[in-house]
């Protein structure tokens, strides 16, 4: 379907030929894998713990430190593509090109020593992931992706699952930091699908709950309020890895805005289904 995430769609409208991209997936890794070597440095030791504002939206030391050691690598790898990262804002010359950096997905878990976290480094080109990694460190495990190479666990390549009816499914999802004043809070939704799949399983880091459906641990993915630092290396993931992914009403995936449908090939028309008539019990969601 045309209106999916297509990574190498993306990548032929970049122009980037196979061993560009793959230069830029090994980067990728690599960047991830020194982001979370730090968050270990630090897990169970931190210093520092601060509110961003919102309750839950935490950021510690090691959320800083993390990303001071990937964005001083890719600036030194590729100084000519720009970047967005979650503590530190934009910054590098603007162009379609664009790292996005999560130094630390689950910083609540990781503040609480609750081993469900992961450095996320993804490469977008105008506004569309292509490929990225999730490096996973209390788990050993590194998920990176390229169109020209799919999508890895380490050395292993990985695929989503072929799981086919919801009923028979385990998915996952997660709730915005502004659940508490939000009425599209995703509340309805989990007790919905809750009856009616074999699971809902709440992560607490929208990249790792990515990764597990493109290695096929779970089988769909839904959630809003999130950043392009939470999305680009994980829809990557699931594209690549041959999953579904879109917005909420089955349109062109959009990264700014915070909504994204990640399923099986076969799940993904039924989820979205019933995300739409939890819509039309409650219209006052998303805007209907």
């Known amino acids: 379907m045309k209106t999916l995430l297509d990574c190498q769609q993306v990548a032929a409208d970049s122009e980037l030929d196979f061993s560009t991209q793959q230069n830029f997936a090994g980067i990728a890794r690599a960047a991830a894998n020194l982001g979370a070597s730090v968050l270990m440095q630090h897990y169970g030791r931190i210093s520092s713990i601060e509110s961003k504002g919102r309750v839950g939206d935490l950021v510690t030391n090691a959320d800083l430190a993390a990303e001071k050691i990937v964005l001083e690598f890719l600036r030194e790898q ?3 593509i720009a970047i967005l990262a979650e503590e530190s804002g934009s910054s590098g ?8 950096v999560d130094p630390l997905d689950g910083t609540t878990n990781f503040a609480h020593g609750y081993p469900f976290f992961a450095t996320s480094v993804g490469l977008i080109w105008d506004g569309r992931p292509m490929l990225g990694a999730v490096a996973v460190p209390f788990l050993k495990e590194t998920y990176w992706c390229s169109p020209s190479q799919g999508s890895y666990l380490n050395e292993e390549p990985i695929q989503v ?4 009816e919801l009923e028979h499914s385990l998915l996952v999802t997660g709730f915005a ?8 809070n995703n509340y309805a939704e989990f007790c919905w699908l809750t009856h009616r799949c074999r699971g809902v399983r709440r992560g607490g880091a929208a990249a790792v709950d990515l990764a597990f459906v493109a290695a096929g641990r779970l089988d769909g993915y839904w959630e ?3 950043a392009p630092w939470d999305l680009a290396a994980g829809a990557a993931l699931v594209a690549c890895a ?10 062109k995936f959009e990264i700014e805005e915070g909504r994204i449908l990640a399923t099986t090939p076969e799940l993904h028309l039924p989820l979205q289904k019933e995300l739409e008539l939890v819509t039309a ?8």
Request: proline share 7%.
């Open 93 to 100: 010359s603007p162009g379609k090109l664009c790292w996005c």
């Open 78 to 80: 590729t100084p000519e």
């Open 161 to 164: 699952s072929h799981c086919r």
């Open 224 to 226: 809003r309020g999130l």
């Open 281 to 288: 019990f409650d219209p006052k969601l998303y805007g209907a």
């Open 242 to 251: 041959g999953g579904a992914v879109s917005d909420y009403k089955n349109s």
């Open 177 to 184: 930091y502004d659940r508490h004043e939000c009425t599209d």
